[in-house]
């Protein structure tokens, strides 16, 4: 009886032993799905992709762009006008909800939409002969994230943003707003001069499908505009910087950097700019208008993009969204809305 005991213990204990040997043995590889993206195998070229999208509007309808570029950004320089109450740019009011909102909060705005991807993409393609072009063309594309962020806002943090995974730091500094600029500068030029025309392909770009010259030409702009921010506070740098540049940036539409919408996708894919002047959840449709300074100051120049840009009479009614097949292209027939400050 005791030998049949003993026998079972010592057979539970082999089965044991090989359970255990068995399941220990290249656990890793075992458990590791071979086409799962990990820290060896990820790819930048899809979170490019959504830094971009994401710059041309907020996922969550047009957050962002709806109070930050329209409601504020462009009525305060008198491109568009409304006598909408809650468009408070061009009655000069402070909505401190909406000044804030291109900034964003913990689930919307440009950190955490913009910043944090972009971020992503430049530190994973850095020192990765194989993701060149990509770390080059990420390196650009922040440039234009944070030109943004510091034209609206001043001084914000910069150099530490969108470090929290890499370094652990979680608050970040603020910069001062020219050495953000002088950095930006520094950033954009070596990544335009990095970029090789015969290097990686960058599939995740949805501004120029991976077109290495464009991106140059993009960057070269880039730099006149950046340094053109200069000319009042520092000349001699502004001037430099320009001089870099000259018969270099872009020169004609193809060369145009933009996302082509899909208003099929509503408001995931839609452009949010048309998006909102369209009236998906307000009156916006009919009550904001090009603002008369902008209309005149293209009247008084002969601009031929007035008859492009502008129309009357859009609208059959004014309550309604159905629009006028008989709208009114016409230059001189164009008028801007005034709005009376207060």
């Given amino acids: 009886m005791k030998t049949n005991i003993l026998n079972k213990y010592s057979l539970?204990?082999?089965?044991?032993?090989?359970?255990?040997?068995?399941?220990?043995?290249?656990?890793?590889?075992i458990n590791t799905n071979p086409v799962a993206y990990g820290p060896s195998s990820f790819d930048p070229n899809y979170t490019l992709t959504s830094a971009q999208l994401t710059y041309t509007g907020s996922i969550d309808f047009a957050y962002d762009t709806w109070r930050g570029n329209l409601i504020y950004s462009a009525t305060m320089m008198q491109g568009f006008s409304t006598v909408i109450s809650y468009w408070a740019g061009d009655k000069y009011?402070?909505?401190?909800?909406?000044?804030?909102?291109?900034?964003?909060?913990?689930?919307?705005?440009?950190?955490?939409?913009?910043?944090r991807p972009i971020v992503d993409v430049?530190?994973?393609?850095?020192g990765k002969p194989k993701f060149n072009n990509v770390y080059q063309i990420g390196r650009?594309?922040?440039?234009?994230?944070?030109?943004?962020?510091?034209?609206?806002y001043g001084d914000v943090p910069y150099s530490e943003a969108g470090q929290g995974?890499?370094?652990?730091?979680?608050?970040?500094?603020?910069?001062?707003?020219?050495?953000?600029?002088?950095?930006?500068?520094?950033?954009?030029?070596?990544?335009?001069n990095g970029l090789n025309e015969n290097g990686d392909a960058v599939t995740g770009d949805v501004i120029y499908n991976g077109n290495i010259p464009q991106w140059k030409r993009f960057?070269?702009?880039?730099?006149?505009?950046?340094?053109?921010?200069?000319?009042?506070?520092?000349?001699?740098?502004?001037?430099?910087?320009v001089q870099k540049v000259v018969g270099r940036t872009m020169t004609e539409n193809k060369d145009n950097a933009?996302?082509?919408?899909?208003?099929?996708?509503?408001?995931v894919t839609q452009n949010r700019n048309s998006q909102v002047l369209l009236g998906d959840g307000g009156q916006e449709n009919y009550?904001?208008?090009?603002?008369?300074?902008?209309?005149?100051?293209?009247?008084?120049?002969?601009?031929?993009?007035?008859?492009?840009?502008?129309?009357?009479?859009?609208?059959?009614?004014?309550g309604g969204k159905a629009q006028n097949p008989s709208y009114v292209t016409t230059a001189a027939a164009q008028k801007g809305c005034l709005m009376e400050k207060i």
């Fill in 219 to 241: 960057a070269n702009t880039l730099i006149l505009r950046l340094a053109m921010r200069l000319t009042k506070v520092d000349e001699n740098t502004a001037k430099t910087y």
């Fill in 140 to 152: 650009i594309w922040k440039a234009v994230i944070f030109e943004r962020i510091t034209d609206l």
């Fill in 258 to 267: 933009f996302v082509a919408h899909d208003v099929a996708g509503s408001r």
């Fill in 93 to 115: 009011l402070l909505n401190e909800g909406y000044t804030a909102a291109y900034w964003g909060n913990g689930s919307v705005g440009a950190y955490i939409e913009q910043v």
């Fill in 122 to 126: 430049v530190e994973y393609a850095k």
């Fill in 165 to 192: 995974f890499y370094t652990g730091n979680f608050t970040p500094k603020y910069d001062k707003q020219q050495a953000i600029y002088m950095d930006l500068l520094k950033e954009v030029e070596e990544a335009s």
């Fill in 287 to 318: 009550y904001v208008k090009w603002s008369k300074t902008f209309i005149d100051f293209l009247k008084n120049s002969n601009d031929p993009r007035l008859e492009k840009v502008a129309v009357t009479q859009l609208y059959l009614t004014e």
């Fill in 12 to 29: 539970v204990l082999l089965v044991t032993v090989l359970l255990g040997t068995g399941c220990t043995k290249d656990f890793k590889d």
